[in-house]
């Protein structure tokens, strides 16, 4: 598994657009989206096409803090 860092925004009802910012481990770009977009949509109640992603990079493993994103890339 690689860690990516995906940044974006997505629709919020009080301040119009809100900016995100997730760190997340998957095998490669297109699944690192899709679960960005099932997370995303499931934790604030949001439609895909409510979320933007404006950029998708990969972390190196020193870069990476979150706790969770560490451990399942093996760190």
Do not use: C, N, P, W
């Not at 657009?17 to 099932?38: C, G, H, P, T």
């Not at 020193?62 to 399942?72: A, L, N, R, S």
Request: neutral net charge.
């Amino acid at each position: 598994m690689k860690a990516f860092l995906i940044k974006g925004t997505h629709a919020d009802k009080r301040q119009g657009r809100q900016i995100f910012s997730v760190e997340m481990a998957a095998e490669d770009e297109a699944s690192v989206r899709e679960k960005a977009l099932s997370t995303l949509g499931s934790q604030h109640k949001l439609k895909r096409r409510d979320i933007e992603i404006s950029e998708i990079s990969e972390l190196s493993a020193d870069k990476v803090t979150d706790h969770v994103v560490k451990y399942q890339i093996g760190e």
